[in-house]
């Protein structure tokens, strides 16, 4: 990665939000927020009732992201967020809902 910035690299996060987070508007939230923030990746809802978030792009507007996933949309109710970085495991076109 010669003649690359820190800010020029493409990172990933996965996040596991759980809380009252199904049936509110959260993953279209997220979409919202990760689109405006320049991100890749999906929101999908899981059968334990959190919702999985995977996210690519600057490391700055990832830390962005995993702040506004604390906060949710005003409907949700969030309990916890786990985050793991690493290394990219596909290519997104856009930020999308997964199912």
């Known amino acids: 990665m010669w003649g690359m910035s820190q800010s020029d690299r493409r990172e990933e996060i996965q996040a596991s939000v759980r809380g009252y987070v199904q049936g509110v508007g959260y993953r279209y939230f997220v979409i919202r927020k990760a689109s405006e923030l320049r991100l890749r990746g999906y929101a999908r809802n899981m059968?334990?009732?959190?919702?999985?978030?995977?996210?690519?792009?600057?490391?700055?507007?990832?830390?962005?992201?995993?702040?506004?996933l604390n906060r949710g949309p005003a409907e949700a109710e969030v309990q916890d967020v786990q985050v793991a970085w690493r290394q990219?495991?596909?290519?997104?076109?856009g930020f999308n809902v997964r199912y």
Not at 54 to 60: D, K, S, T, Y
Not at 88 to 93: H, L, R
């Open 47 to 68: 059968r334990d009732g959190s919702v999985e978030v995977v996210a690519q792009g600057e490391h700055a507007a990832l830390e962005q992201l995993i702040a506004l």
């Open 88 to 93: 990219a495991t596909e290519v997104f076109s």
